[in-house]
């Protein structure tokens, strides 16, 4: 569950140099404040300090503080009166259109991460809906046997053995990790947008996709947040869990996608064999 | 978009949140799916019913009680800081864990009227039997929701709910032990903090 971060990955050409930079500016902020470790005597509390793996949390949560205020006063504002003017089957168009401009993203990370059956269902993806499905508003692949699996470059890195390091909470971009945080300056090129010649009209596109992609995202997890925030004893601590169990989630789906299947469209095996 | 479906899935079964921890005895999928089947069936006639919220918290709050195994629950929240509590305090701390329960699923009602539920399979995963489900929600995409039940004292019971991928009950101990640890260990604090809670509920209702 990756949300109450404010943007999402893929933000667009401009935002390269911030992208760029971001870590680096958060990696210094976050060292100035760890927490204070049990001592290894303490065996117990010990372990499970060690098992959270977020030792620079009083700094997470001054950045999960600011994100909230942001997102309670500017960008829940906006959601909600984009809920108001939108049906659900109108957010979930967009929502497949977003989804559609960065599967070739996702073929990249999957043939890196050694996945080629996801990486080739990206690709079939891609191809279906932005023909078929009408430049992405449809999903006609689903329907024909390709369901979309999310990923990332941090998931990437994860199948290349990289461990997830400590639990980082980005300014404006929420839940993240050591290793996941890399994902950000790669999202920001992995785009088809990046792959076009520029032009102004290429670079207003790319921010209005962003945009709505952003506030599409926010209004998508309207109910879920407001309800960790209304029942979560500690919810900087649940949307940590949350997170840590999603991206568990996604890796192992990754993994169980990436098998030989046949598409809905095609005899199935057990149907042959029974004629 | 298929995690647009589990996340709606989870704000539909949060209310039924708890869920426990400790296997006591394996249920066959059939079983499981006949119980999750007949239970979500008394829930959304509960839900759909023609009568007040307050009538539908009471009777959800009665239901939720014999269908999910919320002592277990609790006491998997509560995890190790068990054996640190005293008797009054773990007493004290079940008492405001199904206070919690009952104040969360009373902040839902109104998102889960029109709720629908469908029961698509039912398989064995570790030490749980997990039956699939898919909930709909007038103007809300449909959400799958995973139910794993367990034999509880000879009956089967609902100790957790699995929704894209993440567990409710393992979300939940981690916001208690949170709590915990940010208060030097003290299930004392733990315990402030759910009256407190209880409390902002209840005044926000």
Request: hydrophobic letters at 45%.
């Amino acid at each position: 569950m990756q949300h109450n971060g404010i943007l999402p990955a893929g933000w667009g050409k401009s935002g390269r140099i911030a992208a760029i930079a971001a870590p680096a500016l958060i990696l210094a902020g976050l060292l100035s404040g760890c927490a204070k470790a049990p001592p290894a005597s303490d065996t117990a509390d010990y372990q499970a300090y060690q098992a959270q793996n977020d030792p620079l949390e009083p700094t997470n949560r001054v950045f999960y503080s600011i994100n909230d205020k942001l997102d309670r006063y500017a960008f829940k504002p906006i959601a909600k009166g984009y809920i108001a003017i939108t049906t659900q089957g109108i957010r979930n168009h967009v929502g497949d259109f977003v989804t559609n401009i960065g599967e070739p993203a996702r073929l990249i990370y999957f043939a890196a991460g050694g996945k080629p059956r996801d990486a080739g269902t990206a690709l079939v993806r891609f191809v279906v809906n932005s023909t078929v499905g009408i430049g992405g508003i449809f999903d006609p692949a689903t329907h024909l046997g390709y369901p979309e699996t999310d990923t990332d470059f941090g998931l990437t890195l994860a199948e290349w053995g990289v461990p997830a390091g400590p639990y980082l909470y980005l300014p404006a971009f929420g839940p993240s990790g050591a290793r996941d945080a890399f994902s950000i300056p790669v999202a920001f090129f992995l785009t088809p947008m990046e792959a076009a010649p520029a032009s102004t009209a290429m670079t207003a596109f790319g921010w209005s996709q962003t945009a709505l992609h952003l506030v599409n995202t926010r209004a998508q997890f309207m109910d879920a947040i407001d309800q960790v925030q209304a029942t979560a004893l500690d919810p900087y601590a649940t949307f940590r869990s949350l997170y840590r169990q999603s991206r568990a989630s996604q890796l192992q789906l990754i993994d169980q996608r990436d098998t030989p299947t046949v598409p809905d469209w095609f005899p199935q095996p057990a149907a042959q064999a029974a004629q | 978009m298929h995690f647009r479906r589990y996340v709606l899935g989870a704000i539909t079964a949060l209310p039924m949140l708890s869920l426990a921890p400790i296997a006591r005895a394996q249920v066959s999928p059939d079983a499981a799916k006949a119980f999750i089947t007949q239970s979500g069936q008394q829930l959304v006639a509960v839900v759909n019913a023609d009568t007040s919220t307050a009538v539908k918290a009471q009777q959800l709050q009665t239901l939720v009680n014999q269908i999910v195994a919320v002592d277990n629950v609790g006491d998997y929240v509560l995890g190790r800081y068990k054996s640190v509590a005293t008797p009054a305090q773990y007493s004290q701390f079940q008492t405001l864990f199904h206070q919690l329960l009952a104040n969360n699923i009373t902040y839902q009602i109104k998102a889960f009227q029109g709720i629908g539920f469908t029961v698509n399979s039912a398989s064995v995963v570790g030490n749980d039997t997990v039956v699939d489900t898919t909930i709909t929600r007038p103007g809300e995409a449909p959400a799958d929701v995973g139910w794993a039940v367990d034999e509880i004292d000879g009956a089967p019971k609902i100790v957790d709910v699995i929704v894209a991928g993440t567990s409710l009950r393992i979300t939940t101990r981690n916001d208690y032990a949170s709590v915990i640890t940010s208060n030097g260990g003290q299930v004392s604090a733990l315990l402030t903090v759910m009256q407190n809670k209880i409390n902002q509920i209840q005044a926000n209702q």
